[in-house]
């Protein structure tokens, strides 16, 4: 639950501050688009992720958890380039490149998150 | 996307916000602990991520019904005051606990009615002092649901992953 929540305060925080702060990122300004980008941001991103962490942890062979780690950087690369295909939003500065990193970057902290949430309570996960 | 600047200054919004997070989390640590640290987490978090989520769907165009902070665009400060939301997720279940709610369970309706009412009242000190200005027709009355909804599924969520036999 803990790795649901940061990956939440990530990814909400990386949207907002493309499309808001700097103007890197532009959705088309439509209601439906927008309720498909919220749901994308907010439930499938997060929901892959949570997969990939409980699927990493709990398999102990080296090759298969870099199997599960580059499904899943495919997975979240794909669904983000496929909301550019569909017109959901468009890259006006930001690239496929940065979209790369900050997903890299994300699978990071899912790890990292989850390997500190597991030492919490001596173990006990929630 | 249009800036709007609200103000430029250290004022009342920003004070108020760092009063909030310190009589919040200074109420924290003076109460007596009652959860392990999963669950403090989760209830800390848990407010940070549901003003978040409803502030960066409802509150950013194409919706955009109010502005967060001295200006439309998001500033560090924004980012930093939703950490006002982490002690009041944490007190809510809190006193929910110590009220021994859980067994007394026709009294929850009216601790979430109550807590709903305080959550339009602090975002009604919110609109006197600058945190938020509200634009293209939305007001206060509008977030009671949001807080009835919010505050239910946190309930719900606490007995999902912490209550369960």
């Known amino acids: ?126 | 996307m249009t800036n709007i600047v609200y103000d430029d200054a250290f004022n009342w919004n920003e004070w108020t916000v760092l009063i909030i997070i310190s009589i919040g989390f200074t109420l924290i640590f003076l109460l007596p602990k009652k959860f392990s640290s999963s669950v403090t987490v989760v209830n800390l978090l848990y407010g940070v991520v549901i003003g978040l989520m409803f502030d960066h769907t409802i509150a950013i165009e194409p919706i955009d019904f109010y502005d967060v902070g001295d200006e439309s665009k998001y500033q560090f400060f924004d980012l930093f005051s939703y950490t006002m939301y982490a002690p009041v997720g944490y007190l809510y279940i809190y006193l929910y606990e110590q009220l021994q709610l859980p067994v007394k369970k026709y009294w929850l309706i009216l601790y979430i009615l109550l807590w709903s009412l305080v959550g339009v009242c602090v975002e009604w000190l919110g609109i006197l002092t600058g945190i938020f200005h509200y634009k293209n027709g939305y007001n206060t009355t509008y977030s009671f649901p949001i807080y009835l909804f919010v505050q239910a599924s946190q309930i719900w969520l606490y007995h999902y992953l912490f209550k369960r036999k």
């Open chain 1, 1 to 126: 639950m803990i790795v649901l929540l940061v990956t939440s305060i990530v990814e909400i925080n990386k949207l907002t501050l493309n499309i808001s702060t700097f103007s890197l990122i532009k959705p088309i300004v439509s209601n439906s688009h927008w309720l498909a980008l919220v749901v994308y941001r907010d439930i499938t991103m997060s929901v892959i992720l949570l997969i990939f962490v409980n699927v990493y942890f709990t398999t102990k062979e080296k090759g298969r958890k870099w199997g599960i780690s580059l499904l899943t950087f495919f997975l979240l690369l794909a669904g983000s380039q496929m909301l550019r295909a569909l017109n959901i939003i468009q890259y006006t500065g930001w690239t496929i490149y940065y979209e790369i990193l900050c997903i890299g970057a994300l699978i990071g902290i899912t790890l990292l998150t989850a390997r500190i949430t597991t030492r919490l309570d001596g173990g006990k996960t929630t």
